[in-house]
């Protein structure tokens, strides 16, 4: 069974900087896109940050030039370096990836992990 297990949440202050790490287990033949959502009580998930496996890059505009992300194919691992924290960045962080099983298909199983919070003071 393919899992996602995430990392590196926690409390920091607002200006200060966190990285969160997702590494995908299970058997797999490739994963496709990799990405962070978050969500906030009472809201719907957003996109924070996307990466194809080629490497390109998509973020939203409310967290553009102050969070990085990516990845590590031979890990099968995704990181999110973010700083200059804000209050408003307080959430808790998904991580989604696009798994496929073997080389002969085009079809991926998407998985989310449990997710990991994040809490800016200010």
């Known amino acids: 069974q393919v899992q996602l297990v995430e990392s590196g949440g926690g409390l920091v202050q607002a200006g200060g900087s966190l990285r969160l790490s997702c590494a995908v287990s299970?058997?797999?033949?490739?994963?496709?896109?990799m990405g962070w959502y978050r969500q906030t009580p009472g809201k719907q998930r957003e996109l924070v940050a996307t990466i194809t496996r080629a490497g390109t890059t998509n973020y939203s505009d409310s967290v553009k030039g102050r969070f990085t992300i990516s990845r590590d194919n031979a890990k099968n691992t995704v990181w999110l370096q973010m700083n200059s924290l804000k209050p408003e960045d307080t959430a808790v962080y998904y991580c989604?990836?696009?798994?496929?099983?073997?080389?002969?298909?085009?079809?991926?199983?998407?998985?989310w992990g449990q997710g990991t919070l994040v809490t800016v003071s200010s």
């Open positions: 989604r990836a696009e798994t496929v099983s073997s080389p002969t298909t085009n079809k991926y199983l998407e998985v």
């Open positions: 299970g058997v797999i033949f490739s994963i496709n896109a």
